[in-house]
């Protein structure tokens, strides 16, 4: 059976934290392989990201923290990893992370490969270190071979495995992996999956991250309107439909992105009788 991961973001009140709380409880019967949780620009939220990150660990389950190195030094990378390791933290991801409005420089780390390398070369095999892919072109790459080499670059620095932005088309994704294979590269690379559930905030986030969501997927949603119901149910029809594909081409693992919510996630699974 294809295994699943859980993507979180820390919460930013103590309500956010109880109900979050909750939340991986009932994704827990899914019996993912391991939850990440992200970490803000420059770092903005890695007080709440370790909390999360330990919390998952308690309850029984490995755990993954996102970890950025933009604004960084090698000092302060070094210390971060030490209270990782401390913390019984076993999973990185290693990430650029986006230059935060104010900052005049990258710091000591210009791209996730120097994290990378730098992680190996302090810490060893300690962690398993995922990266990030972009099927359809990091918003920031000069081209898409660019951005092949830029992830070709990371998984040489010393990557275990790597999850996907979202996307909605598949061919994108299996290029991608042919292409990467082509390279001689070997790692796992998963499919990051959103569900959808709220067509502005995906539009949104969509176009801020560079996914592209096909006119006939923008078309429909917007013909919704207000209709929650049926943004929902044809959502599920849209993204169940994607993993199937995915699946039955040898996507290793799905990475599902829950913005905090259990129900798209539980309803996708269950269609798909994927976890528990």
């Not at 090698?74 to 104010?102: C, H, M, T, W, Y």
């Not at 990378?116 to 081209?143: D, K």
Request: with cysteine; charged share 20%.
């Amino acid at each position: 059976m294809t295994s699943i991961s859980l993507e979180f973001f820390p919460p930013k009140t103590p309500e956010g934290v109880v109900k979050l709380a909750a939340v991986r409880q009932q994704l827990y019967a899914l019996k993912p392989e391991f939850c990440s949780v992200t970490y803000g620009a420059g770092g903005s939220t890695q007080d709440g990201t370790l909390a999360a990150v330990q919390a998952i660990l308690a309850e029984g389950m490995d755990a993954a923290s996102h970890f950025t190195c933009v604004g960084a030094t090698r000092a302060s990378v070094r210390e971060k990893l030490q209270l990782f390791q401390g913390a019984g933290i076993r999973r990185l991801v290693a990430l650029r992370g986006d230059l935060p409005s104010g900052y005049g420089a990258f710091g000591e780390f210009r791209y996730a490969s120097d994290l990378i390398a730098f992680i190996r070369e302090t810490t060893g095999t300690h962690f398993h270190i995922e990266v990030a892919a972009y099927p359809e072109m990091h918003p920031q790459a000069r081209s898409p071979q660019a951005d092949l080499e830029a992830f070709a670059t990371k998984a040489r620095a010393g990557a275990n495995s790597a999850m996907t932005q979202f996307f909605f088309n598949a061919d994108a994704y299996f290029r991608f992996v042919d292409e990467a294979r082509a390279l001689g590269l070997d790692l796992p690379i998963v499919p990051g999956i959103m569900p959808i559930t709220n067509a502005s905030g995906l539009m949104r986030f969509a176009d801020s991250t560079g996914a592209d969501i096909p006119r006939w997927i923008r078309m429909r949603l917007q013909s919704f309107g207000d209709d929650t119901a049926s943004i929902k149910a044809f959502g599920l029809d849209v993204v169940s439909a994607l993993c199937e594909r995915l699946i039955a081409g040898g996507a290793p693992s799905l990475h599902f992105y829950t913005m905090n919510q259990s129900t798209a996630t539980l309803a996708l699974c269950e269609r798909l009788g994927l976890g528990g």
